[in-house]
Nanobody
């Protein structure tokens, strides 16, 4: 099992940037693909980005392509989500999740077994 803790959320003006971190503990972090998901009030959870175990493959939701970058540092057991050019519609609770199969990296939340508690991102217009 792996435990995940998100940090880095906060309040930012539209057009600004934030970097979220997902720190992992427990079993070997580098075995796990990691995904970022978000959920705004009254809306369903939606995928944001995902990265495979080595960091060599990444996926992004169309809504964040060109603005967000996912990366990982396996030596630090941490995955990052750099968010630039933030828009009010990016406001949500952001969650990181670890996948159950190192061979599967996807934007489907059903492929992820372990979830963090989330960090709030608020974007003012």
């Amino acid at each position: 099992q792996v435990q995940l803790v998100e940090s880095g959320g906060g309040l930012v003006q539209a057009g600004g940037s934030l970097r979220l971190s997902c720190a992992a503990s427990g079993r070997t972090f580098s075995n796990y693909p990691i995904g970022w998901f978000r959920q705004a009030p009254g809306k369903e959870r939606e995928p944001v980005a995902a990265i495979n175990w080595s960091g060599g493959t990444t996926y992004y939701a169309d809504s964040v392509k060109g603005r967000f970058t996912i990366s990982r540092d396996n030596a630090k057991n941490t995955v990052y989500l750099q968010m630039n050019s933030l828009k009010p519609e990016d406001a949500a609770v952001y969650y990181c999740a670890a996948g159950g199969d190192w061979r599967v990296t996807s934007l489907n939340h059903r492929d992820y077994l372990y979830w963090g508690q989330g960090t709030q991102v608020t974007v003012s217009s």
